[in-house]
């Protein structure tokens, strides 16, 4: 299977491996507390983005586009730009029951966006086969969303001094600055339409 990978294949798992690493790098933030370990899953996410940018320049260079490099960068970008946003903004302090299911409804509008995108691909693509725009907000847009969270732990404002503040909604919290990451899933699934360049 490996030797069937084309040069664009290889930065598209590339971006998978950033978005688990920073994944693993809030995993180890929750267990030793250090913040610099905020700052590396936010840089990683970032070099995500790069291999993102790069294996789609690539592929259409090389003309070497295909099904299985449009399936292995909607699954790296799920990681990337969908749990790992999420997972860091749980490390930060988003963790009551009301944050974590607006987690959720984040991450299953990026799976959702990609799926719709994959399905429909061919359909949105002109004579030249290339795609003329996206339906909904592409997810690695939640770059922004890591950004303002990166910036906040720069600040001190994480845990319990999230900007915002803190709901008590019944016995559960929820931390308004979670809303961010609904509207960006709401975008991710909405009919909006967006030229790709």
Same mark, same amino acid.
């Given at each position: 299977?490996?030797?069937?990978?084309?040069?664009?294949?290889?930065?598209?798992?590339?971006?998978? #491996?950033?978005?688990?690493? =920073?994944?693993?790098?809030? +995993?180890?933030? @929750?267990?030793?507390?250090? $913040? *610099?370990?905020?700052?590396?899953?936010?840089?990683?996410?970032?070099?995500?983005?790069?291999?993102?940018?790069?294996?789609?320049?690539?592929?259409?260079?090389?003309?070497?586009?295909?099904?299985?490099?449009?399936?292995?960068?909607?699954?790296?970008?799920?990681?990337?730009?969908?749990? #790992?946003?999420?997972?860091? =903004?749980?490390?930060?302090? +988003?963790?009551? @029951?009301?944050?974590?299911? $607006? *987690?959720?409804?984040?991450?299953?509008?990026?799976?959702?966006?990609?799926?719709?995108?994959?399905?429909?691909?061919?359909?949105?693509?002109?004579?030249?086969?290339?795609?003329?725009?996206?339906?909904?907000?592409?997810?690695?847009?939640?770059?922004?969303?890591?950004?303002?969270?990166?910036?906040?732990?720069?600040?001190?404002?994480?845990?319990?001094?999230?900007? @915002?503040?803190?709901?008590?909604?019944?016995?559960?919290?929820?931390?308004?600055?979670?809303?961010?990451?609904?509207?960006?899933?709401?975008?991710?699934?909405?009919?909006?339409?967006?030229?790709?360049?």
């Amino acid at each position: 299977m490996i030797r069937q990978f084309a040069l664009a294949d290889w930065f598209t798992l590339s971006n998978a #491996a950033c978005g688990s690493g =920073a994944i693993f790098a809030m +995993m180890t933030y @929750l267990q030793v507390g250090e $913040v *610099l370990h905020i700052y590396y899953a936010g840089a990683l996410v970032l070099m995500a983005l790069v291999f993102d940018f790069l294996d789609g320049r690539i592929a259409r260079s090389r003309s070497r586009a295909s099904i299985m490099g449009r399936e292995l960068d909607s699954l790296s970008d799920v990681i990337s730009f969908g749990v #790992a946003p999420a997972m860091i =903004a749980y490390a930060c302090g +988003m963790q009551g @029951l009301y944050d974590r299911l $607006v *987690l959720i409804y984040f991450v299953v509008c990026g799976v959702s966006r990609l799926a719709r995108y994959n399905v429909t691909a061919e359909e949105l693509s002109g004579e030249d086969d290339k795609v003329k725009y996206f339906e909904g907000t592409p997810i690695p847009t939640s770059i922004f969303l890591v950004l303002v969270l990166v910036v906040s732990a720069a600040a001190g404002a994480i845990g319990n001094d999230l900007p @915002l503040g803190k709901l008590d909604i019944g016995p559960f919290e929820l931390h308004p600055i979670v809303f961010l990451f609904a509207v960006s899933g709401t975008l991710m699934i909405s009919r909006v339409r967006i030229p790709k360049p």
